[in-house]
């Protein structure tokens, strides 16, 4: 980690949200350092079909929702080594979000959006990630889709973050919060500014230079130190970032 550099006057400055918890925040949680990512053989792609994504069941047909069956991911939630199956920053809206090609043409991925996420369909799938404390919730009734999942992501990422969450946080990773802050905050899309200082910190700021959605995967032992309830852990998965050249 490095050191800090920022001066107790300039945190002061960092604008903050009241330390009131959300629906998905858990902060009671010390992260570790993140590891390698480990493979997962288990949770392997669902069958092909066409452009090799699976086709979507019809999401009202509640008698295919999971329940204790084994779950496998759509294959663009999938982490893979050595590249990504989409390009989602989660510092900017899900409907940019793409799916790259080897000719470099570029796929949006809205037209996957209605997509579930699992087959079979699950109800609620709860994330959880090495570099933050805090889970994401997503719910939808009539099964979790692809949409459901990156829309979350970027909507719990982009909350102001709260005193109690960067307190929580050691004074050399705190340093490195704060240089993700003044980074995301000169950051540009199509010549437009990401965001404004005075927006202050964000919950995106702990992913560092991390801010790319690198996939979802079940990392059995890490959800099991983080999560106690084992009825929990099986709707529970682990996201992964990557970093941006942004």
């Not at 288990?42 to 452009?51: C, E, I, K, S």
Request: aromatic fraction near 8%; proline fraction near 7%; hydrophobic fraction near 35%.
């Amino acid at each position: 980690m490095s050191t800090m550099t920022t001066s107790p006057s300039s945190i002061k400055r960092v604008r903050f949200t009241p330390d009131v918890k959300d629906a998905d925040d858990v902060s009671s949680f010390s992260s570790n350092t993140p590891s390698v990512l480990p493979k997962t053989p288990r949770h392997a792609a669902v069958p092909m079909g066409t452009y090799g994504y699976p086709p979507s069941p019809p999401l009202s047909d509640s008698s295919s929702l999971a329940s204790d069956a084994e779950c496998f991911l759509h294959q663009l939630l999938l982490c893979r080594q050595g590249g990504l199956n989409v390009i989602f920053d989660v510092r900017i809206k899900p409907s940019k979000a793409y799916i790259p090609s080897q000719d470099g043409t570029a796929l949006p991925l809205t037209q996957y959006f209605h997509v579930p996420a699992t087959q079979p369909l699950q109800r609620r799938i709860q994330l959880i990630s090495r570099y933050f404390d805090w889970r994401i919730v997503v719910e939808n009734p009539k099964g979790v889709t692809l949409g459901d999942i990156l829309y979350r992501i970027r909507d719990s990422l982009n909350k102001i973050a709260s005193k109690d969450e960067y307190n929580a946080v050691p004074e050399d990773a705190q340093a490195d919060i704060l240089k993700a802050y003044q980074r995301n905050c000169s950051a540009t899309s199509n010549g437009a500014k990401l965001r404004e200082l005075q927006e202050g910190l964000k919950r995106v700021d702990w992913l560092g230079k991390r801010t790319l959605f690198a996939g979802i995967q079940k990392d059995e032992a890490y959800i099991s130190r983080r999560i106690r309830s084992h009825s929990e852990r099986a709707e529970t998965y682990v996201v992964e970032f990557s970093p941006s050249s942004r």
